[in-house]
């Protein structure tokens, strides 16, 4: 293949091996799910459960993103997969022994996330470091595609799976799609990323190393904060995050209790804003969004809220219109998510993708916790349709803000 369309055949092979190793990690993360509801009964144990998921990609994202710009970016990847297989398989010898003890899966998860914490920024930075950047646009809504399907593709089959062969067909089934990952990007011979920083302290002592690991970090802030437009809307998008992930968590309230429908229903308005999710991330690939991608980001934060707020102003027979607003939901996602991602991707030069990329994830990681917590002390209050008015209208109010901001605005010169 001739050098123009190589970077192509690098992306489908690594895009391919991320496609099954996403379908095999959701299928295990519904079967852990699943696993902790039987077990306990308990909505505690399910949100220490969604803690530990998400809370390594907080504490060490922004430590990770320094690490992941130092190595070779196939190391990373690969190192991630097999270190997420690993653990895996250590659940597996345990489950196999007998019961699985709640515990065992708690530790599995915030384990498991440590892998993920280094390689998501390494998966993000690859774009840019392969493919020439007229087309980051385009590949952020593909890179969209492919998590997204995944995503909701395992979670069809953990449907079928778990009753079948229970948790231990599920935890093998995420081994063979870590493995698939990693000879997908050995496939690809990818020989990009990574500094001669960290051979250069070698001979140094550990808090020498910490030091110059926490400088680096730094030094990542700095560069983000260098591009004024960037930084004010990673900041944009915390608020966007802290108002929406209660949006999420108060889905199911709506359909049962303001809807008055079953848990069928509940799990129909999570599929449609799953495939409005696969919608936008087709358009976003299609289109490439308007020619100033901040104007197409504060668009999809104004389309996300003027379905939330619709969204919480219908009566207890709209469920058929709530179905088509968690559509609009779906597919302002990507449009919102992958333009900021590709804007990162370009500006941000590439010995610094890791560590902007970290801390981003990082941040966003806060946020949410923040949201829900919040959300647990005023949503019982003033019930989940008042909640959907009030943060449909935050969302209007955050697109009008951050398209007021010069530096956002005027993004792209």
Same mark, same amino acid.
């Given at each position: 293949?001739?050098?123009?369309?190589?970077?192509?055949?690098?992306?489908?092979?690594?895009?391919?091996? *991320?496609?099954?190793?996403v379908?095999?990690?959701?299928?295990?993360?519904?079967?852990?799910?699943?696993?902790?509801?039987?077990?306990?009964?308990?909505?505690?144990?399910?949100?220490?459960?969604?803690?530990?998921?998400?809370?390594?990609?907080?504490?060490?994202?922004?430590?990770?993103?320094?690490?992941?710009?130092?190595?070779p970016?196939?190391?990373?990847?690969?190192?991630?997969?097999?270190f997420?297989?690993?653990?895996?398989?250590?659940?597996?010898?345990?489950?196999?022994?007998?019961?699985?003890?709640?515990?065992?899966?708690m530790?599995?998860?915030?384990?498991?996330?440590?892998?993920?914490?280094?390689?998501?920024?390494?998966?993000?930075?690859?774009?840019?470091?392969?493919?020439?950047?007229?087309?980051?646009?385009?590949?952020?809504?593909?890179?969209?595609?492919?998590?997204s399907?995944?995503?909701?593709?395992?979670?069809?089959?953990?449907?079928?799976?778990?009753?079948?062969?229970?948790?231990?067909?599920?935890?093998?089934?995420?081994?063979?799609?870590?493995?698939?990952?990693?000879?997908?990007?050995?496939?690809?011979?990818?020989?990009?990323?990574?500094?001669?920083?960290?051979?250069?302290?070698?001979?140094?002592?550990?808090?020498?190393?910490?030091r110059?690991?926490?400088? *680096?970090?730094?030094?990542?802030?700095?560069?983000?904060?260098g591009?004024?437009g960037?930084?004010?809307?990673?900041?944009?998008?915390?608020a966007?995050?802290?108002?929406?992930?209660?949006?999420?968590?108060?889905?199911?309230?709506?359909?049962?209790?303001h809807?008055?429908?079953?848990?069928?229903?509940?799990?129909?308005?999570?599929?449609?804003?799953?495939?409005?999710?696969?919608?936008?991330?087709?358009?976003?690939?299609?289109?490439?969004?308007?020619?100033?991608?901040?104007?197409t980001?504060?668009?999809?934060?104004?389309?996300?809220?003027?379905?939330?707020?619709?969204?919480?102003?219908?009566?207890?027979?709209?469920?058929?219109?709530?179905?088509?607003?968690?559509?609009?939901?779906?597919?302002?996602?990507?449009?919102?998510?992958?333009?900021?991602?590709?804007?990162?991707?370009?500006?941000?030069?590439?010995?610094?993708?890791?560590?902007?990329?970290?801390?981003?994830?990082?941040?966003?990681?806060?946020?949410?916790?923040?949201?829900?917590?919040?959300?647990s002390?005023?949503?019982?209050?003033?019930?989940?349709?008042?909640?959907?008015?009030g943060?449909?209208?935050?969302m209007?109010?955050?697109?009008?803000?951050t398209?007021?901001?010069?530096?956002?605005?005027?993004?792209?010169?």
């Amino acid at each position: 293949m001739n050098e123009k369309n190589c970077w192509k055949l690098k992306l489908a092979c690594v895009w391919g091996g *991320e496609l099954v190793s996403v379908l095999t990690s959701s299928i295990l993360q519904m079967g852990f799910v699943w696993h902790i509801t039987l077990t306990t009964n308990s909505a505690s144990m399910l949100s220490l459960a969604s803690l530990a998921g998400f809370l390594p990609l907080a504490l060490f994202g922004t430590f990770a993103g320094t690490i992941v710009d130092r190595l070779p970016l196939r190391v990373t990847l690969i190192g991630a997969d097999l270190f997420i297989a690993a653990v895996s398989a250590v659940v597996a010898m345990v489950s196999l022994a007998g019961a699985l003890p709640v515990w065992v899966v708690m530790v599995a998860l915030f384990v498991r996330a440590v892998g993920s914490a280094f390689h998501t920024p390494a998966f993000q930075a690859l774009t840019p470091l392969v493919a020439p950047a007229e087309h980051l646009t385009r590949l952020a809504g593909v890179t969209q595609a492919v998590q997204s399907g995944g995503y909701i593709l395992g979670t069809a089959v953990a449907a079928v799976i778990y009753p079948l062969w229970g948790l231990t067909a599920m935890i093998a089934l995420d081994v063979v799609g870590a493995l698939f990952a990693t000879v997908a990007v050995l496939a690809a011979r990818l020989d990009v990323g990574g500094t001669d920083a960290a051979a250069g302290e070698k001979n140094l002592g550990l808090a020498a190393q910490a030091r110059a690991l926490a400088a *680096e970090t730094a030094d990542g802030y700095r560069v983000l904060r260098g591009y004024r437009g960037l930084f004010a809307l990673l900041w944009c998008g915390f608020a966007f995050t802290l108002v929406f992930s209660p949006i999420s968590a108060l889905f199911p309230l709506m359909t049962l209790d303001h809807f008055g429908g079953t848990t069928g229903d509940a799990a129909t308005a999570e599929i449609v804003f799953s495939v409005g999710m696969i919608a936008g991330s087709a358009l976003l690939a299609a289109w490439g969004g308007f020619r100033n991608r901040a104007l197409t980001v504060v668009a999809a934060t104004a389309l996300y809220g003027v379905a939330t707020l619709a969204a919480g102003l219908l009566g207890a027979g709209g469920f058929v219109a709530f179905l088509a607003m968690s559509f609009l939901m779906g597919l302002s996602s990507p449009l919102y998510s992958g333009p900021q991602t590709a804007l990162m991707q370009e500006k941000v030069p590439p010995e610094y993708l890791g560590r902007v990329f970290g801390l981003y994830g990082a941040i966003m990681s806060w946020a949410m916790p923040l949201g829900l917590a919040f959300s647990s002390l005023f949503a019982d209050a003033v019930g989940a349709p008042a909640w959907f008015v009030g943060a449909g209208a935050a969302m209007v109010l955050l697109a009008y803000v951050t398209w007021a901001i010069p530096a956002i605005r005027h993004i792209e010169k």
